[in-house]
C-alpha cells in the first residue's frame, strides 16, 4: 500500500531475468484449473490450455532461489508435478474452503495459523455440494466472478508475508 512503483503491470516474462529475493507467482488458472474441465477439449484444440501451461512454467525457470507459484487443483499435477502442498483458507482463520496447491522452491511449506470452520456448502439436486460462497458467484457476470473466484484469501497472504517475508 502507498507504493505505486512496486505493483508493476507489464509483461513478466524479461522481468523473471532479474535478481528478486523472491517471486510469488499467481499465473492465471482459467485453462488450467480442474472447475473448467469441461472446456479442456476446446482449449487444447485452441491451444488455450497450453499458453496457460507454458505461462505457468515460465515461472520454474527462474533463477530466484525463493518461488512459490500458487494454483487451484488442475492440470499442473500431472504437466509439471504433484505441488508440494495444498492449503485451504479455513487453516489461516477464513471460514472458506477452496483448494490451493502451491509449488515450492528454497520456502518451507506453509503453517496453519488460525483452523477455523470450513464453511457453509450448497448442495445440488445431483447430490454435489460446493462451498457456499463459490456457488454464489455463479448469480455474478462472468468478469465479475472469475475475479471474486480468483482472490486470495486475506489469511493466507498475511500467513505468506509473515512465514515468508518481514515478520511484521
Not at 502442498?85 to 496447491?101: A, D, L, N, V, W
Request: proline share 8%; with cysteine.
Amino acid at each position: 500500500g502507498g507504493h505505486p512503483e512496486w505493483h508493476l503491470q507489464q509483461d513478466v516474462i524479461p522481468l523473471l531475468q532479474e535478481n528478486w529475493d523472491m517471486i510469488l507467482a499467481f499465473p492465471p488458472c482459467t485453462h488450467l484449473a480442474v472447475s473448467g474441465a469441461a472446456w479442456f477439449e476446446q482449449k487444447r484444440k485452441d491451444g488455450r490450455q497450453q499458453q496457460g501451461i507454458d505461462f505457468f512454467l515460465e515461472f520454474t525457470k527462474t533463477k530466484c532461489s525463493k518461488v512459490v507459484i500458487e494454483n487451484p487443483v488442475g492440470i499442473m499435477s500431472t504437466v509439471y508435478r504433484k505441488p508440494d502442498q495444498i492449503i485451504q483458507p479455513y487453516e489461516f482463520g477464513e471460514p472458506f474452503s477452496k483448494k490451493t496447491c502451491l509449488w515450492l522452491k528454497g520456502l518451507p511449506l506453509l503453517v496453519p495459523t488460525n483452523i477455523v470452520d470450513k464453511g457453509e456448502t450448497t448442495k445440488f439436486k445431483s447430490g454435489k455440494s460446493i462451498p457456499k460462497w463459490y456457488a454464489d458467484t455463479f448469480k455474478l457476470p462472468p468478469k465479475e466472478r472469475a475475479k471474486i473466484r480468483s482472490r486470495t484469501f486475506e489469511g493466507i497472504a498475511q500467513a505468506m508475508a509473515h512465514q515468508w517475508g518481514c515478520p511484521n
